[in-house]
Structures are given as C-alpha cells and as structure tokens.
C-alpha cells in the first residue's frame, strides 16, 4: 500500500502532472486536486495518466462489482458538473460503507485510462491506493435518493439541495455572475459601496417594509417587569411627592434658621434623594403594558434607534450620496420587501446590483446597462459553458442559444409610448393580454415579453414612461408627463434592469416627493445632495436572481437563491 501523501510546505495552488508539463489546480489551502482540473481539460485528463493524486467529494453513485471485490464510486467535489469514476478495491476499505449515495471520500489514487470497451465516457479514472477520510450515509434514512427529485422536493432540503447536480451548477453559475458583475464595474473604474440594510427612509415609496424594531423585547420585557415589580399606586406615588415636600420644608427652615452650612448640605442631599425617588416612582407610575404610546401613535423614541427603520428595499439613495462625490459607483447587495405574494417571481429577500453615475444622463444609462448584459452572457458562455449545457438538458435547451443572442445582438430602444402603440396594433390584430393595454398603465410581465420575444425577438429598452407609475427620484421631461426612465427587457423573464436619470433639480425633486404624499423630513438628506454642488446622474438596478432565471431556463425564483425567503417560509 501507498504511503499517505503529504501535503506541499508552500501550499501552492498548482501542481505539475502530466509528461507534457501540464498542471491541474490544488484546492487552495487543501491537500487534494479539483477534480474540474482533470476533467476539463481538452484531452478529458487522458495525458494525466500515470499521476499520483489526492482527491475529496461526494459519492454520487456507487456499485460494487466483482462479487465485491472492488467498487465503482462517481466521486463530485462541487468543482465541476462531472463527476470522476473511482475504482476501490475491497482490500483497501469495507465498500459496503462508502457505495452509498452521499458518502464523503478523501483517497489517494493513480490515475489511469478506462480500458475500452468499457462504457464509460470519461477519458480517465482514479485507481485508489489509499482511503483518507470516510464519512458515512446510512442509505435508508438519506434524504436525497438517487431518483430524480423536482426542485419543489429540494426546497424542503435546503441544508442538502446543493449536493444536487442542478442547484451545484445553479451555485456556480451565480457565483460566476457575481464575479463578472464586480469585474465589470471594476473595469470602469467604478467603486463598491457598501450600502446600509438597515435604513429609515423607502426608496420606492411602496410602503411594503420589514421593519427593524426591538420594541417587541421592550413590550416582553415590561410586562414581565410589571409582574415581578407591580407598578406603584397613586397612594405611593402621593406618599412619595409628599416626603420632597417635607424635606423641602425641612431645607427652607433651615436657611431660614441660618443653620450652619453642613446641616443644610445633609438636608438638600436628603431633599435630593427624594426628588430622585419620587420621579422614579412616578415615571414607573405611568407604565402600562403593550407598545409605548405618544399623542396616540406609537412612541418610536423608545425603539433601538430612536425613531422608525426598516430592511431596505434599495440601496440607491444611499450610493447616490457616493456617486455624487467619487463620480461612478456601485452597491451589490442583499435588499428586502414584505410582500405577500407567493408567486413564483417574488422573493421577501433578494440581492440588487445598482450602480450610479455621475455626469451622465439617461443615453448613457442605457448604454451602461446594454453593456452590462452583454458582459455577463459572455461571461457564462466561456467560464460555465458546462454548466450552462446542464441547463439546457434539464431546463430550457434553448438557454445558451439566448445567451449568445443578447451577447452578440444590438438591444432595440423605443419609447414607452412607442411600446404601447406597438401592443395596441397587436390587440387591434386579435392578440389577447390578460392585462389591458393604453397608455398610462405599468407594463405587465405578458406585455414585456411580447415586446422582446414575439415582436422585436432580441433584447428592448423601453423607456421616458409616465410619470404617474414611476418613482420620485427620476428626472421629469420637458413634457412634463413622462420622466426619463428605463427598463431592459430580455426574453423569458421580461424585465431585467430598471434605472433612470435621477431628478437633480431641488425644487422639482421637493415637488414630486410631496406629490406622492411622502414626509419632506426623512428625505433632507437626499435634498441635500440638490442643494449642494447638484449633479446631473442615472443609475439604474438589475435584480440579480431574475439575471439567474434568464441564464438558467429555471421557472421559479426560489430555486436560484441559495437560501430563499417568502411568506411562511424562511428556513435555516
């Protein structure tokens, strides 16, 4: 039997392997190969033959052969959608215990090639020499068999989903969206901001807010205080003022008396004492259980930060204070909204990419956003192009064939009065929307797609809508009717981006947030940014799970977040 491999001194994250000088990738900070390494190469690893090597995974199907001399494991490290045949010999390891589906392997083997005839596609196998490490499945109570199991199943195992071949390469390949977003950015000389979660202000002036309160461990920890501690009655509280008027009378005769200075120094600290008491007793008087009230409203000076705040909704406000500073910026984070919809393109908590630029107006918007897509289809199409054929066999065959043609196609741009001319034509032609169609209304789903998929069949910026169904920050148009705003639309999810140039006059800005019947107060700060050194900018936000559901084919949004939120639902 092999000696144990040691593990490099200098954890170097690449090692020489094959005779023609070629190297496969260490995990970093780990002793094993990844087994992407070996299995994309353009020779499927064949010229790695004869190499020594550690690897680590999971078994995804084991069988034992040979009336159990020897064991046949598919072995997956989450590095790649392949798996990597592993060949065990009884000698080396009881096989009953490491054929079960969900097994945790660490061997050491040699590499070499699958005689032919043999069946297997892969142009290498790992002959094993030695088991490191085991982690054992008991096959019968393993949540995941090796059947076919829909996505609506995996939710209930989220903790386990992404052992699965179709939520692994949904997780690489919106990892590999994240990394194109920030290169992207990056390349332009843009700069991450970090934007709060917690805020006190809502962009979009929906009003459907988680909000951020600890009144609720104050109201808890109240009633249980006015269980163990009953608050004191009138009688105590009149005891208590009548003992300050006594000590003062005591006070006031002394001074009168012309007592010496310590004996009028004792009674006013006694008299102070009182004071103290008797406020104390009074305030704990007042306490009543339930939330704190004022003037009939609840008493948000109580709460953890002294007044009203919420999960955000958007990071826009926030970056636009960067943006109108440090020119061209970007926030990528997680945002929140507390609507109650169970639909399969609503999540409570989802993850926004909102990028701000400064000196630029809405033209430039566009051409950002265009470019942006186009950035990251290309992205997916040279770094997870085998994951993107895993989608196309087990989601929508036509996922890579849309990649390449938003990668490649220029977007068409019309005017959202353009848009709905185009959907009325197509109404008076017979086509039926569940939605009507006239100019005013917010364009449904069933009309962005149509838009997109039937009448342009590429990808579409609509934009300059009414003012009337969009937000207060967007710049208004000289028509006064429409404000210069835009959305991206792209086949099968319809809407993929909405942005804007931002209003940076004050006195129109001020008017639109009290036309929309928002408080004046907590937006001072973002008039601030109009009062001072105001800045013609745009920006716009790309929901980052709706980007997923347009790269993938995958129908539900729940099934591309790693850890989905929705009413009812938010495990782990």
């Known amino acids: 039997m092999a000696d144990e491999i040691a593990p490099p001194a200098n954890q170097l994250a ?8 070629s190297t496969v990738q260490k995990a970093q900070f780990s002793n094993r190969v990844l087994i992407r390494t070996i299995l994309d190469r353009p020779d499927g690893g064949a010229k790695l033959a004869g190499q020594k090597i550690r690897i680590g995974g999971w078994v995804k199907t084991g069988r034992e052969q040979g009336k159990g001399a020897f064991a ?6 989450g590095s790649c959608p392949a798996n990597l045949q592993v060949m065990v010999d009884s000698s080396l390891y009881d096989l009953s215990k490491l054929v079960a589906t969900g097994t945790c392997v660490t061997v ?9 005839g043999k069946g297997t596609k892969q142009r290498i196998e790992l002959s094993v020499v030695k088991v490191i490490d085991v982690g054992i499945v008991d096959a019968t109570k393993y949540p995941l068999p090796k059947t076919k199991l829909t996505l609506e199943f995996l939710r209930d195992v989220l903790h386990l989903r992404s052992r699965t071949n179709s939520i692994s390469a949904v997780a690489r390949i919106r990892n590999a969206l994240a990394f194109a977003t920030h290169s992207f950015f990056q390349e332009h000389s843009f700069l991450y901001i970090h934007t709060p979660i917690i805020t006190t202000s809502d962009c979009e002036g929906a009003g459907e807010m988680f909000q951020a309160t600890t009144l609720i461990n104050y109201i808890e920890k109240l009633e249980q205080d006015l269980i163990d501690n009953p608050p004191p009655t009138e009688a105590d509280v009149e005891a208590a003022r009548l003992i300050v008027k006594e000590r003062g009378d005591v006070v006031a005769k002394l001074k009168a ?7 009028i120094t ?21 306490l009543k259980p339930g939330l704190p009230k004022k003037d009939g409203n609840i008493d948000y000076s109580k709460d953890f930060f002294g007044r009203q705040a919420f999960l955000t909704v958007s990071g826009q406000l926030q970056v636009e204070t960067y943006a109108c500073a440090l020119s061209s910026v970007y926030t990528f984070g997680p945002t929140f ?23 630029a107006d809405l033209e430039d918007d566009m051409n950002c956003a265009e470019a942006y897509v186009k950035y990251m289809c290309k992205w997916l199409l040279e770094k997870c192009y085998d994951d993107m054929e895993l989608m196309a066999k087990n989601f929508d065959s036509g996922c890579i064939d849309r990649l390449k043609l938003v990668e490649s196609t220029p977007f068409g741009r019309i005017t959202y009065t353009e848009a709905i001319k185009l959907l009325e034509e197509a109404v008076a032609k017979g086509k039926e929307f569940d939605n009507n169609v006239e100019w005013g209304i917010d364009l449904a789903s069933e009309h962005e797609r149509y838009l997109t998929e039937v009448l342009f069949q590429k990808p579409l910026i609509v934009y300059n809508y009414p003012k009337g169904i969009k937000a207060f920050y967007m710049r208004l148009n000289d028509d006064e009717k429409t404000v210069a705003a835009m959305d991206v639309l792209v086949p099968k999810v319809g809407e993929l981006i909405g942005g804007s140039q931002r209003e940076e006059r004050y006195d129109v800005i001020k008017k639109r947030i009290e036309e929309m019947g928002l408080p004046i107060e907590p937006y001072e700060w973002y008039l601030d940014l109009r009062r001072y050194g105001t800045v013609k900018h745009c920006g716009f936000g790309l929901g980052f799970e709706r980007m997923i559901l347009f790269a993938t084919g ?17 495990d782990l």
Do not use: C
Request: charged share 30%; hydrophobic share 40%; proline share 7%.
């Open 266 to 286: 004792a009674a006013v600290a006694q008299l102070k004492i009182a004071k103290e008491s008797f406020a104390h007793i009074e305030e704990r008087s007042k």
């Open 554 to 570: 995958i129908d539900n949004i729940r099934d591309v977040i790693p850890f989905p939120r929705y009413p009812g639902k938010a």
């Open 14 to 21: 690449a090692v020489s392997l094959g005779n023609d000088g």
């Open 257 to 263: 008396a012309k007592a010496s200075k310590e004996e």
């Open 72 to 77: 046949f494991l598919e072995v997956n490290d």
């Open 108 to 116: 050491d083997g040699v590499l070499k090639v699958p005689p032919e």
């Open 337 to 359: 909204r507390a609507e109650n919809s169970h639909t399969s393109r609503h999540l409570a908590e989802f993850w926004m990419v909102e990028p701000e630029i400064a000196f």
